[in-house]
């Protein structure tokens, strides 16, 4: 039975401090669907393309992707 990831971030904040020896079972399956993507030849070249994009346009503009998508203040 695979775990949802979200089952690690559960029981981590239920655990504190002993989340290294209560959550094994949790981080193992985490680690297991974080290897299945990177390991995906898809994957990689989406997450390569969508780099190369964000990196032309802040070669363009100078700002970085994370600043542009933020609202800018408007005066009213």
Known sequence: MALDPADFTKCCKNSGLLMVVKCRKENSALK??????????????????EYLKEREEFRKTGIPTKKRLQKLPTST
């Open 32 to 49: 297991e669907c974080l290897t299945a993507y990177y390991n995906d030849p898809a994957f990689y070249e989406e997450c390569k393309m």
